[in-house]
């Protein structure tokens, strides 16, 4: 067999800890795969006593991460520490700086300087991997790299974030309260380090515009992503839903098409009702699932464990096994001076079903103003339901859901434009759209 391949481990959390238990458990088979053995030499983090129920003592520590980068006897560097800026970038340019190879879970960090680091990795001919960034351990990655990559992909969609799903579908099955189902989702290690990007859509979004990137061959855009989270659904929006004949998940969506010479590219996360028939409806838990269609293979759907330790570990390693075997495949699948730049495409033009959600006071004349005001704005209704209060005070709010004719995004943009300010609503309304 060849040499090792010598690797540094920064980051010692849920991810880091399940690298090291998954390549002593299953050295052997990874070994034969990778054509030698995956070596680790060094290993960083912030607490050196911590009880992880991991043997540290075959490995060199560094209390400075950055270190790894300039240690000679190391091939690869590994960062499991999070954050999109902060050591872990400047681990990850220092690696690639001086021709390591470098393999992260950091959708944070490669959604926002992706193309920098891609820049870095090509200029130096070091690799560059992030399986386990996007959709945990299934290898929706190299699905479209490398499987797919025959075909223009013309869209892309799916549940991309483990900790939404798990909270959702709790609530729907259990009836539990949001927060005591987040706090679970954190105890089980499916949560980001800051649970807000999480639970307001944007680690969906990290992940939507790197999976974008590679479909389309477009520039990394982040930034252009229309993002909305699960915070403010209720349940009373999951029995709503339910009664219409639909559940509620965390949809990350994407299209590119070609106009005018310029490419305009449509990224969007937010929740969708999605009816119970549709495959996506039936992943629960910290499940995620990627539908690609390409125009000669159709559709793909990818599905899998999207966080967790092992499932995500299982990517980390699966990019190391890469490395070992001497893959040079470009880190956006195609070199970064080839990636196109793109236009955000306009969301008024789409055309959906929607459901909307007013907390109204609960006095006459309330349902008439939200109607006219669809009406005004060339919206079609096409059920309403009005949850009324246990008594008939009137000093409660009450909850009124609107589902609607299909018809373009810009049309229930204006009536809530138009209902803006109103006495009547007690709280902004709630849209979510209808998918299938
Ligand atoms: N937990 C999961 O299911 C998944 C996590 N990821 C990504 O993997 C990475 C690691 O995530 P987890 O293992 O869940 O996080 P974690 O919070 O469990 O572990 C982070 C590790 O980094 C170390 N660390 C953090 N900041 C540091 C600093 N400033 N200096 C030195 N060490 C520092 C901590 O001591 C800890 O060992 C993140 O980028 C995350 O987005 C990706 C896919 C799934
Ligand atoms: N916090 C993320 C972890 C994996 O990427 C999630 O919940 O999906
Ligand atoms: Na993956």
Redesign the pocket.
């Known amino acids: 067999m060849a040499e090792n391949l010598r690797i540094a481990l920064a980051g010692l959390g849920t991810v880091g800890a399940g690298v090291l238990r998954l390549l002593a458990e299953n050295s052997e088979v990874i070994a034969n795969r990778a054509g030698r053995a995956i070596e680790v030499v060094a290993v960083s983090a912030r607490d050196r006593a911590k009880d992880r129920g991991v043997d540290l003592s075959p490995y060199a520590w560094e209390d400075d991460m950055t270190v790894l980068a300039a240690r000679d006897d190391i091939d690869v560097v590994v960062e499991l520490v999070g954050g999109s800026d902060g050591p872990a970038l400047t681990l990850a340019r220092k690696s690639l700086a001086s021709g390591k190879g470098l393999v992260t879970a950091n959708k944070a960090m490669v959604a926002h300087h992706g193309l920098e680091l891609a820049k870095l990795a090509e200029g130096n001919g070091a690799p560059l991997r992030y ?2 960034a ?8 190299k699905g479209l790299a490398e499987g797919a990559a025959a075909n223009r992909i013309e869209r892309i969609y799916g549940i991309l974030n483990g900790t939404c799903n798990y909270i959702l579908s709790e609530m729907e099955t259990t009836g539990r309260d949001f927060s005591d189902v987040l706090a679970d989702a954190q105890a089980l290690g499916y949560a980001e380090a800051d649970p807000t990007f999480d639970i307001e859509g944007v680690d969906a979004a990290h992940k939507l515009s790197i999976l974008a990137s590679i479909a389309y061959g477009t520039e990394l855009d982040f930034a252009a992503v229309d993002t909305s989270g699960i915070s403010r659904i209720r349940a009373a929006d999951i029995s709503q839903a339910r009664d219409l004949g639909y559940v509620i998940r965390l949809i990350g969506l994407s299209d590119c098409t070609d106009k005018d010479g310029t490419r305009h590219l449509f990224q969007r996360v937010a929740p969708y009702l999605v009816p119970v028939k549709h495959p996506l409806a039936a992943v629960d838990g910290p499940t995620n699932a990627v539908v690609a269609e390409g125009n000669h293979v159709g559709r793909l759907l990818f599905q899998g464990a999207g966080a967790g330790d092992g499932p995500t570990a299982s ?1 980390v390693v699966a990019d190391l096994v890469d490395i070992a075997r001497g893959s040079s495949m470009a880190p956006f699948s195609q070199p970064v001076d080839t990636l196109q730049s793109s236009t955000p495409a306009d969301p008024g033009d789409r055309r959906n079903r929607a459901y909307v959600r007013f907390t109204v006071a609960d006095r006459p004349g309330v349902l008439a103003e939200i109607t006219a005001a669809m009406r005004d704005a060339g919206v079609s209704i096409e059920s309403m339901i009005q949850h009324g209060q246990p008594d008939d005070s009137g000093d409660e709010p009450v909850l009124v859901a609107i589902v609607t004719h299909e018809g373009p995004e810009s049309g229930v943009a204006k009536a809530l434009e138009l209902l803006e300010g109103s006495a009547s609503l007690v709280e902004e309304p709630l849209v979510m759209r209808l998918i299938g």
């Open positions: 399986e386990a996007v959709a945990g351990g299934i290898p929706v990655i990517a």
